[in-house]
């Protein structure tokens, strides 16, 4: 059974920096392009960062660029989001995807939400 589990998430002023773990378990992160996506309230969820399988090339959200860096930990099998310099507009639910050819697998979320 594949499961993504990502963790913290929480409230925090603009600003400021939080970390979000995914740790992967039923798979093997190194073989699947690993992502970080978002969702607002009334928006359609979107592309925040991904890391393409074996790790050759990542993509940032234009809006991220600069402030967020992916990463993998092949040996905990856990992919990371370090989210700097936040703003109010970064507030969403983050979920965790990893994705091969015809298979897609999603976390259950975690809540980002940041003050002004």
């Known amino acids: 059974q594949v499961q993504l589990v990502e963790s913290g998430g929480g409230l925090v002023q603009a600003g400021g920096s939080l970390r979000l773990s995914c740790v992967a378990s039923g798979i093997i992160i190194g073989v699947y392009s690993m992502g970080w996506y978002r969702q607002a309230p009334g928006k359609q969820r979107e592309l925040v960062a991904v890391l393409t399988n074996g790790g050759s090339s990542t993509n940032y959200a234009d809006s991220v660029k600069g402030r967020f860096t992916i990463s993998r930990d092949y040996g905990k099998n856990t992919v990371y989001l370090q989210m700097n310099s936040l703003k109010p507009e970064d507030t969403a639910v983050y979920y965790c995807?990893?994705?091969?050819?015809?298979?897609?697998?999603w976390g259950q979320g975690t809540q980002v939400t940041v003050s002004s």
């Open positions: 995807n990893a994705a091969q050819v015809g298979t897609d697998y």
